[in-house]
Structure formats: structure tokens, C-alpha cells
């Protein structure tokens, strides 16, 4: 069964700090995506990353860094020099393909709030 | 065009109503999803349509009846719903392909309250 952890419910931190949003996968695929998904108070999910099993090197965009660690089953996100407008939910996304479509299966998220 | 487009934004139906939640895409996706995100939860997987055709159905009770008449456009019948059936309804598309190597884009959603 595919499953995903986020511990971290709610984080809040001051503008300007890093901050670091865990997420653990439980998958037996040898093939799979992870997805970070951001939903800001509108209701949109925002594509962030997608990162796939054969790939573990990590990405940096500008000031968003993603590691990813397949021994660990571990895909953690790093904001850097946070902003308020930062301040969203964000879910991690393991997929899985059936009959070609793409079935999500999210973490419970984390809401992230960045104070001024 | 890399939207998906939902209307309406927001909606409030009566237990006894009949309301369709909507959505289109332009980006020649041939699979189409509708999510269910309860207040604080993640989204989960309601209703898969590929090729115009209903491929997974998430064991969801039958006040809800997807429909899907053509290639751009997704429909969720909404019909005897309950209070608790108050959430955000999201729509998605993603092209199909076993190997998809793009991401599902997802609409802004539709806030639904039913009293």
C-alpha cells in the first residue's frame, strides 16, 4: 500500500529563518514520482517538484531545495530565508499509475505560517 | 493553457437540492479527476474518467455521479447530500500515459457547503 507521513503538522517560524518540511513514503513500486503540492488560502494545489525513484540528486530553485533519499524513504523540502508569502499548506504526493491515469496518494500536510 | 478551470467557486445547496460542480481544461488531457478535501485533511480520490470513460471509482456513495461529455470537460452531480458532505471539490487532468513524466495540474476548486 502506498503511504506517505508528514509529522509536522504545523510549523511557524519568523521571516527570514529556514525552514525544513519532512515527508516519509512507504511504496513497494520499484518505480514511483514524488510530488511536493503547495495550497495557498485560495484552494489551488501548486505544483512544486516531481521527483522520480531513479533520480536522488537533490534540486535546488532559487530559494526552494528538495532531498530526496531512498534509503531513508525520505523526500524533505527546505525553504530558504522564508517569506510571508511562503505561508501555505504544503503536501507531499507519492503516485501511483493505474490504467495510465495518476492516482495521488498525499500526506496529511503541513501548514506553514511565516511571520513578519 | 495550463489551467483547469472550475466554477462555481463557491456553492451552498440545501440537503433536498440538485447542483453540478464543473470543469473544464484545454490542455488535451485524457484523464480527469475529481478530489475531495475536507477542511484540514489532504485531498482524496473521488472519481478517475480516462478517455471519457469512468476508470476508478473510490467506493463513493451515490449522491455523487460523475459525468464526463467530452475530452475537456468533467461534471460532479450533486444530488441528497449530507452536512458532512461540506468540503472543497478539486478537479485535475494529466495526460494518460504509463509513463507520465508531468505532473497532475489541479483547479482552484469548489467550496461546498451543504445545510
Known amino acids: 500500500a502506498q503511504k506517505v507521513t508528514q509529522a509536522q503538522t504545523e510549523i511557524s517560524v519568523v521571516e527570514k529563518e529556514d525552514v525544513t518540511l519532512d515527508c516519509v513514503y512507504e511504496?513497494?513500486?520499484?518505480?514511483?514520482?514524488l510530488f511536493w503540492y503547495k495550497q495557498p488560502p485560495s484552494g489551488e494545489l501548486v505544483f512544486l517538484i516531481r521527483r522520480n525513484s531513479f533520480d536522488e540528486q537533490n534540486e535546488i530553485s532559487g530559494r526552494y531545495s528538495w532531498n530526496f533519499q531512498k534509503s531513508t524513504s525520505s523526500f524533505n523540502f527546505t525553504i530558504t530565508a522564508s517569506q510571508v508569502v511562503d505561508s501555505a499548506v504544503y503536501f507531499c504526493a507519492l503516485r501511483s499509475i493505474i490504467q495510465g491515469a495518476q492516482k495521488l496518494v498525499f500526506g496529511q500536510g503541513t501548514r506553514l505560517t511565516i511571520n513578519p | 493553457d495550463t489551467e483547469v478551470t472550475q466554477t462555481p467557486k463557491h456553492l451552498v445547496m440545501g440537503m433536498t437540492n440538485k447542483k453540478s460542480l464543473k470543469c473544464e481544461q484545454h490542455m488535451g488531457h485524457r484523464a480527469m479527476y475529481w478530489y475531495k478535501q475536507k477542511a484540514k485533511k489532504p485531498p482524496e480520490l473521488m472519481f478517475v474518467?480516462?478517455?471519457?470513460?469512468?476508470?476508478i471509482n473510490e467506493s463513493v456513495p451515490s449522491r455523487f455521479s460523475p459525468e464526463c461529455p467530452n475530452s475537456s470537460l468533467l461534471n460532479l452531480h450533486l444530488h441528497a447530500l449530507q452536512p458532512e458532505d461540506s468540503a472543497l471539490y478539486l478537479c485535475?487532468?494529466?495526460?494518460?500515459?504509463?509513463?507520465?513524466?508531468?505532473?497532475?495540474?489541479f483547479g482552484q476548486g469548489t467550496r461546498l457547503t451543504v445545510v
Open positions: 511504496t513497494r513500486d520499484t518505480t514511483y514520482y
Open positions: 474518467y480516462s478517455y471519457e470513460k469512468l476508470s
Open positions: 485535475a487532468s494529466s495526460p494518460l500515459r504509463q509513463r507520465a513524466t508531468t505532473e497532475a495540474f
